[in-house]
């Protein structure tokens, strides 16, 4: 029986017996009253009063009717609705939670709770299934996914990396747990119209030709079709569609621009990009962390969606950061532990970078195969990968830069450093006891380095003066002749002090200029330093000169702006609390999870590219921020080059003054002057 026709029945029953119920007793009082008083003589007054007790009395009845039919509409008709949300609600949301929970509110004995108790039972089996088929599903596409990598075998593990880091860039966007684990998928199987590639195309070691670039762009539109017939994933075609449409419009198959290519896609571009640069090729080696960095930088809004372009920056800087560290720990030790070097130079260990805090290397020398006497030695150097080069291509594509080398026995060789000075004294280390073992000591104040190789009978102290302060200082183990183990690499406490290393040559310094209303600022690496700061108040404008320092390379060399508070007004002072940072690439973020940001960085005609762009950094000009304060929006705005700047921040409640300091990387800011 329905739910209605049962409500309909207990009405009207319920109806019938108040109507028959009132009827009796109205007939009794009647009577009673009939038999008691002389009828002639019950006078009208009386009546009336009679009449009103009655009508009183049918409205409680009625009152009481209408509340008992509301109770046990409430009493009977609740757990067959609860019943039927469950049932309904499960077959529009797979997520059995909330169907299970609504089940277990039924707590009747009845057939209704047996109902209740069989239907929970039922989706608990169908969750089941559903799962052992969804593992079966997953499983077939891991290796699906497998076997597209397999096939090329320069492409090993590259649908996984960018499954993950799709997924990740769907996190970091706020996608939902469904969402992003769709985006998964999507993006494991992005690749498989490779599959009807030949392999002469795909392992093919020099430039393709336009029939052969034909055959690959064809990949995508087989990959849709091959997993269009998944009826039950319809999104995993659109992934492999249109993974390499460009958010310009000038990407294939379709020619889709800006928003009209699929979300999902244009996650999916930016991950196969980045993993594409960092995977070695059969044409190429892995192009270094920051030139891929840049490349990234200079395809937003062309090539790649500036969201997740953004989003993917931001992957770069956290992971180069957590490797930076690593590498600080691990330093040159190879896997084995064994670092061997047969002619001079033949091998050195990765570099081992050199900071304000103190690094020690231990390490124990033997003579290698040979009878010549083992001769180490290291090598001071900088490159984007944090590696020696002597190859001239990837010497230039590198970066790479030799600041000289340190033999054990004290001898010297300048090759890019200012000067180098040496000290040798008759003292060792008194926590070396063999002839064998060395421990280096070396740290980096600016422009200074300062290196110590203890032995057990001598130590030898060389300081040396760098050309500038803004590239990076790594040391390699290298010499000739000699099997060096034991390689162990520590990092001391704390910073050292700014007068840990004697100057041997005055600094250089790139501020000289004319003054302003605040001091000049050289700012040699990312934020080494910042403008004093300026309070923040509506239509204020900070003038100021700036100019790439002679070490500047990439696109994000170039000045900033961070809005902050603190109680002493100082960037990185008291109680700091950083809200906001723009840099005049057009990259910006809200530094605080409380603060939001809306950026819109347009190109004009003025913008002739990045590599004039650099080029105009590199030369100078003058800038200007200007700054608009609306209750609890600040805009930043801001046009160099042809970008055209507009950062706007909403700032939480705050009881604090915001501040304004101009920053960035390997910049000279002069002249700054507040209006």
Known sequence: MSEKRLIRKLSIQIVILTTALFLVGAGVGSFALFITYNWDIFNDHLVNRVLLLIAVVFLCMLLTCILLLLMIRKIVTRPIKDVHMAVRGYMTDPDSSTAIRQLSNVKVGNEIGLLSSDVKSLILTLDKQITDAKEVSVEVMQALAQAIDAKDKYTDGHSQRVAKCSKRLAEMNGKSEKECEEIYYTALLHDVGKIGIPLTILDKPGKLTNEEYAIIKDHTTKGAQILSSIKECPYLSVGARSHHERYDGYGYPDHLKGEDIPESARIIAVADAYDAMTSVRSFRDAIPPDKVREEIVKGTGSQFDPIYARLMLHIIDIDNDTEMKEREVAGGSEKDGILSIGEYRSTVSPGVLITP???????????????????????????????????????????????????????????????????IHDSGASDISSETEYKIEAIRIKDHAR?????????????????????????????????????????????????????????????????????????????????????????????????????ARLVWHCPSICLYCADDGKVRGENYRELAFMRFDGESWESDPDCKLDLQATKSSAFTGW????????????????????????????????????????????????YAAITGDQVAITNIRIH
């Open 357 to 423: 805090y103190l690094t020690v290397i231990r390490i124990t020398v033997d003579p290698d195969s040979s009878s010549k006497a083992p001769a180490p030695a290291l090598i001071l150097f900088d490159s984007l990968d944090g590696v020696y080069h002597d190859d001239e291509k990837e010497i230039s594509e590198r970066m790479y830069f030799e600041y000289g080398e340190i033999s054990f026995d004290g001898q010297t060789k300048v090759k890019g450093a200012l000067k180098m000075q040496t000290e």
């Open 451 to 551: 290196i110590r190789i203890f032995s057990k009978e001598k130590t030898t102290d060389v300081i040396v003066a760098l050309p500038d302060s803004s590239r990076f200082m790594y040391i390699g183990l290298t010499g000739e002749h000699c099997k060096m183990s034991d390689i162990r690499t520590d990092k001391a406490g704390g910073k050292s002090p700014s007068d840990s290393i004697p100057r041997i040559t005055e600094a250089v310094s790139f501020i000289d200029g004319p003054a302003g209303d605040i001091p000049n600022v050289q700012i040699d690496g990312f934020r080494t330093d910042a403008s004093s700061g300026v309070i923040v108040k509506d239509g204020i404008e900070i003038s100021f000169h700036t100019m790439s320092l002679p070490t």
């Open 611 to 658: 590599d004039n762009w650099k080029d105009y950094n590199r030369h100078g000009y003058d800038a200007y921020v200007s700054l608009k304060v609306e209750e609890n929006t600040i805009t930043i705005s801001t046009e160099n080059a042809g970008i055209a700047i507009r950062s706007t921040v909403i700032l939480p409640p705050l009881d604090r003054t915001i």
